[in-house]
């Protein structure tokens, strides 16, 4: 789904090629049950939620005016697994059913919180991080290793062509860290 | 999906990051007749295929070799929509069905051919392209100039984690361009 | 050198990381001649002047805008080694020494042009090429091809350190490509 | 200078279009005392010694087959301002006169003594550090943090052209932060 298709405000957003290996890398499956924790404008929840036939996506988000945005995308793609969650994770997790997968989009400075949070709900949770700040990717990495999880880390720094009286300028994107663990037994036919 | 899940022998494969970008970009829609030419390993054919419900996918190889791999990546994956198509593109398009969408990720030199083959069974398919090689991708723009069409085109670089002695290194990928381009009109709801 | 120290108005400049690399690929040596090709506000010419004792450069460049930032940035720098040519090139080589270093950051749509009129004068100069446009690099290959010109490409994509909150996020610059060809024979020792 | 222009063995080597980068970074002066710590082949402290003229490089190597690389490649270029000092980092200091600049290209776990032992026999030495390991610059942002400390950040993800069948590929090279801080007030025409 293109960036453009959303409507944005000052929210920041998953940029399209970041969101595509990050949903790919949750390895959703029918009947998933997705966190998507910080979402923002709900890019990641309304992509998400055409590849989890029956599921159902938990949208969690604090702030008001991204809210908003997730309200307005929502009902401009018709994404009816989409559920709004307006608090704050991980108090938000309280009521919601046990996830199979979640998305790490923002954090606001509790990461840890989050992470124990969703392994409470389900060990077995298959967990996907985005860190753009470099103080957030090493937090990551201590949890990660205080805890003994291995991850499969990788970092995209995607470029976008622009015509410019007929010439093709590529322009740097920002680049982010993609954290991807946990989860079920999975691999071919699975 | 991985790429270790993937039996790949010497056939290049298109990598997990990209992959997950290109499939991404084709905006595949429920019932879609997918063409992957130069479908390799199978990698994006097999991927793709969970992404559209009821529609098939021709994965297009010419190399004995890859289709071996390809046949036994489909049949690890059990994925039943994928029919392998033993021939060199675009002859091969004569006998199948028009195609809604069209992955290009190997072209054999005959990428002007191949694009003009897709358009001629569908004027209004959706074609997303990689090009890894340089010349692949000055082709690809004076064949987008000559014929007015106007890409979305983005550059991926990827880096992968390595964990040795403790830390992390991280590994540079080969970047690749991803044009796409065509396909019916689109966007919210859609 | 720093970005911030120059002069800059809206004229485009060779960033600094790009101009590290491209001036390094020079190889200049004492009593270098270098020619600067679209030297723009002169950031190449002054800062590759201070690495060749006793040379000069010829910062060649037609836009007045421009020569009036490379004037400024040349007295700031107090680069006496830097002269300006305020004509356009290819022509403006007529009237210079022979080079034996030159650098082309603009080629105004003569590139070819540019590259004969550079070899004309010494056939043996060291030329690095800096391409942010697709269409530039396609032609710059297309030109290597021909003439038989083996050159080290390289691509560049830096990412610059913002803080914002205590957080440091990395803001994605553009991609260039940087080709170096021709030179006297060099290496180890000389 | 060229990478393959170095005797290199199995001893990591800064790679050129980092090289280029921290050496600018350093904003060498005439007469400059240049601390490489973890010189490994000498590439760092070879190519720099070419920007100081009249001023000396300390290439300090506690790793004797790196030692050995390093004793070559001086003797290869003749390059006689650097000096080799077979100790271990921050210990190697002692007997050195004060730097006026430094380069950490490896600190073998002990960073943060290196850049205390650094800035204690000059506290206004100019220091570019090379991290390629996440962790390493995880403790360099502590550090520099724990200091009030703000330096310029920048991260490099390179690709180079190979040839291949008559087509250019880029190959992506793994990415390295380049921080640098400290120095002498400096700017236009210092």
Same mark, same amino acid.
Request: charged share 25%; hydrophobic share 40%.
């Given at each position: 789904?293109?960036?453009?298709?959303?409507?944005?405000?000052?929210?920041?957003?998953?940029? #399209?090629?970041?969101?595509?290996?990050?949903?790919?890398?949750?390895?959703?499956?029918?009947?998933?049950?997705?966190?998507?924790?910080?979402?923002?404008?709900?890019?990641?929840?309304?992509?998400?939620?055409?590849?989890?036939?029956?599921?159902?996506?938990?949208?969690? #988000?604090?702030?008001?005016?991204?809210?908003?945005?997730?309200?307005? =995308?929502?009902?401009?793609?018709?994404?009816?697994?989409?559920?709004?969650?307006?608090?704050?994770?991980? #108090?938000?997790?309280?009521?919601?059913?046990?996830?199979?997968?979640?998305?790490?989009?923002?954090?606001?400075?509790?990461?840890?919180?989050?992470?124990?949070?969703?392994?409470?709900?389900?060990?077995?949770?298959?967990?996907?991080?985005?860190?753009?700040?470099?103080?957030?990717?090493?937090?990551?990495?201590?949890?990660?290793?205080? =805890?003994?999880?291995?991850?499969?880390?990788?970092?995209?720094?995607?470029?976008?062509?622009?015509?410019?009286?007929?010439?093709?300028?590529? #322009?740097?994107?920002?680049?982010?860290?993609?954290?991807?663990?946990?989860?079920?037994?999975?691999?071919?036919?699975?």
């Amino acid at each position: 789904m293109r960036d453009q298709w959303f409507v944005r405000g000052r929210t920041p957003m998953t940029k #399209e090629e970041v969101r595509a290996v990050s949903i790919a890398k949750l390895d959703l499956t029918p009947g998933a049950v997705l966190y998507d924790v910080g979402a923002g404008t709900g890019s990641i929840s309304i992509e998400a939620s055409r590849q989890l036939a029956g599921g159902t996506v938990y949208a969690i #988000e604090r702030d008001p005016e991204a809210l908003s945005l997730l309200e307005q =995308n929502r009902a401009r793609f018709g994404a009816e697994a989409v559920r709004l969650v307006p608090e704050e994770a991980p #108090e938000a997790f309280a009521g919601l059913p046990a996830p199979t997968h979640a998305f790490v989009g923002g954090s606001g400075g509790r990461l840890e919180e989050i992470l124990y949070g969703l392994r409470e709900k389900n060990p077995r949770v298959r967990i996907v991080v985005n860190a753009a700040a470099l103080e957030t990717l090493g937090r990551l990495l201590a949890w990660l290793e205080k =805890n003994g999880v291995e991850a499969d880390l990788c970092a995209l720094q995607a470029s976008r062509g622009r015509v410019l009286g007929g010439y093709h300028l590529m #322009e740097g994107m920002n680049p982010v860290y993609v954290a991807a663990f946990g989860g079920e037994e999975r691999g071919p036919g699975l």
